[in-house]
């Protein structure tokens, strides 16, 4: 069935999309035991105790889930993040930013940070920039437009237009996005991971 509508479109994508996010709801730890020791919510205490490497699993936990919880572990001692993100960060990031890349749902495109972090811009949006993305991080703070998201179907293979062979990825807030660069990007343990 070729679909040539929003509607028509929407109706043939919301399965498949709903089906693929729900597909990781039945792992080990939404099944008993792991999910009476850890919840819903997570359990402070066995997560500290997971972290430490003192945790003990249940007997009756798979396999995979004690691997997986035994390389849980922290690595050693984490440096703390550094909450500020200073102007000069900020514009170098954003600097380096693709123009074209696409945002999120409330329309505040790369091209618009791209432009107040440049060096002929009016220093003061760069600072206003870079204090609210440090908000976040000083605060733990969310902004409701991050808590929103675009889902986009790509294409895998060229001239495959099937629904169910499409990929679809989540666009966020281009802020949030560059936020999230910063974290992938802070030290861990023994090495740090890419730059933003």
């Known amino acids: 069935m070729q679909c040539e509508t929003q509607a028509a479109i929407e109706a043939a994508l919301f399965p498949i999309n709903k089906a693929k996010v729900h597909s990781s709801e039945d792992p080990n730890f939404l099944q008993p035991p792991l999910v009476d020791v850890f919840g819903y919510r997570g359990n402070e205490a066995i997560e500290n105790q997971v972290l430490q490497g003192t945790y003990v699993p249940p007997a009756l936990a798979s396999h995979h889930a004690k691997l997986f919880l035994s390389q849980c572990t922290l690595p050693g001692a984490l440096p703390l993040a550094d ?7 900020h514009s170098s990031a954003w600097r380096k930013a693709k ?4 945002g999120g749902k409330f329309n505040l495109t790369f091209a618009m940070y791209k432009a107040a972090a440049a060096k002929q811009a009016d220093p003061l949006l760069a600072q206003f920039d870079a204090s609210q993305r440090s908000l976040s991080y000083a605060n733990s703070y969310s902004f409701l437009r991050w808590k929103f998201g675009v889902d986009v179907p790509l294409l895998k293979r060229a001239g495959h237009h099937q629904a169910d062979k499409m990929r679809t990825i989540l666009c966020l807030e281009c802020d949030h996005n560059m936020n999230n660069k ?9 090495g740090s991971g890419p730059t933003p």
């Open 83 to 89: 909450t500020a993100i200073s102007t000069a960060d």
């Open 99 to 102: 123009e074209a890349t696409t």
């Open 182 to 190: 910063r974290l992938v990007a802070l030290p861990c343990g023994t």
